[in-house]
């Protein structure tokens, strides 16, 4: 591969936000948490908002550590919740979700882990760590 090529890709990968090079997120639709849920599947949702600076720390942490760990994508569904959207709706109130920058992880009817406007990569990272482990036993 030319030089310039190869320069040329990798300025282009590199300017691309860490999101895209890690799983992606699936936004949060009425019914989407329950169905996965209900496949049995392990459910890491993120109340976020855009403008939020602490969402936009954890998003960037959750994104690096899903980019360095395939893993997290091949067996956790990442949804993520609009809070100026649903703050007050049943997807928040039902699992007494205080604020914007929470993050859960479910499976089955249980929560397993919370986060609430945490923003320490040790302290994601092991949320992340319990979603993988539930999501690979049984």
């Not at 282009?12 to 019914?31: E, H, I, K, N, R």
């Not at 249980?110 to 979603?131: F, H, N």
Request: net charge neutral; proline share 4%.
């Amino acid at each position: 591969m030319k030089r310039r090529t190869f320069m040329t890709t990798f300025a282009a990968f590199a300017t691309l936000p860490v999101a895209t090079l890690a799983g992606s997120s699936v936004d949060y639709a009425p019914g989407v948490i329950e169905k996965a849920l209900s496949e049995g599947k392990t459910v890491f949702v993120d109340y976020a908002a855009d403008w939020c600076s602490t969402c936009a720390r954890q998003e960037r942490i959750i994104n690096s550590l899903r980019g360095a760990n395939p893993d997290y994508d091949r067996h956790v569904v990442f949804v993520r919740v609009d809070w100026d959207d649903f703050g007050r709706e049943p997807v928040s109130t039902s699992r007494r979700i205080p604020r914007r920058s929470t993050l859960i992880v479910l499976k089955g009817d249980q929560e397993l882990g919370r986060i609430v406007a945490g923003t320490s990569e040790s302290e994601i990272k092991a949320l992340l760590d319990t979603a993988l482990a539930a999501a690979t036993t049984s």
